[in-house]
């Protein structure tokens, strides 16, 4: 099956700075989306997107689609202590195939 | 909108014991559901996708005669663990879609299950 790769594991920042993540797979994807999940919770839709190239932004999140259709990154920008979470990124190839990445877990110092 | 709710939240159970978990949509009808397990600080890993009325499809490694999936309404989907073991603890975790939301699969908040 299509395999993500989701970088960095986890990140470690100072509130106010900006934050990159991004998902790599060695097959294409219709639709990429990424989610958060704070602990002991489900995970919650950050944003979605649905064509390459196609960049979405959602209040300080900002999120492309690869043009290649095997990419897609997510980028936080001054950061706040809320952030704090394990963000998912997950491809679709069709309606109900949907596949997530490890995760990366920001943590937001003060 | 577009709410999904799961129950138990948490529950301890013993070893050979069947437990089942429900998961609701709230305020839309879910013609599909997907069932997910989490295990810590791993990624949700696809259990099973059912369509309302249809059995469950279930994914590669997955016992179905171990988890049951009865999705026989357009609110509601559950999953139960049949005679569980301590390897069965996890996070698991619903998400639905329908009509109202195209696409999109929205999650519940997860259970987490304990097996003595």
């Known amino acids: 099956g299509q395999q993500l790769n989701q970088s960095p594991q986890s990140m470690f920042i100072q509130e106010g700075e900006d934050v990159s993540m991004n998902c790599t797979s060695s097959?294409?994807?219709?639709?990429w989306l990424w989610y958060k999940q704070d602990p002991g919770e489900g995970p919650v839709l950050l944003i979605a997107l649905y064509k390459a190239g196609e960049l979405t932004s959602n209040g300080r999140l900002t999120a492309q689609f690869g043009i290649t259709r095997k990419d897609s990154f997510l980028n936080i920008s001054a950061s706040i202590p809320s952030d704090v979470g394990i963000y998912f990124c997950a491809g679709r190839y069709n309606n109900n195939d949907m596949r997530f990445g490890a995760g990366t877990r920001l943590t937001v110092k003060p | 909108g577009a709410v999904v709710s799961q129950h138990p939240s948490r529950v301890i159970c013993k070893s050979g014991t069947s437990v089942k978990i429900e998961c609701r949509s709230l305020?839309?009808?879910?013609?599909?559901m997907f069932w997910y397990r989490q295990f810590p600080k791993q990624s949700l890993m696809l259990m099973a996708t059912?369509?309302?009325?249809?059995?469950?499809?279930?994914e590669q490694g997955v016992e179905k005669d171990k988890f049951l999936i009865n999705h026989a309404s357009l609110t509601l989907s559950t999953l139960t663990v049949t005679s569980a073991h301590p390897e069965d603890s996890s996070f698991y975790i619903c998400?639905?879609?329908?009509?109202?939301?195209?696409?999109?699969?929205?999650f519940g908040p997860g259970t987490r299950l304990t097996v003595l």
């Open positions: 097959s294409i994807f219709n639709t």
């Open positions: 305020d839309f009808q879910a013609t599909t």
């Open positions: 998400s639905a879609k329908g009509p109202a939301t195209g696409d999109t699969q929205y």
């Open positions: 059912s369509n309302e009325g249809s059995k469950a499809t279930y």
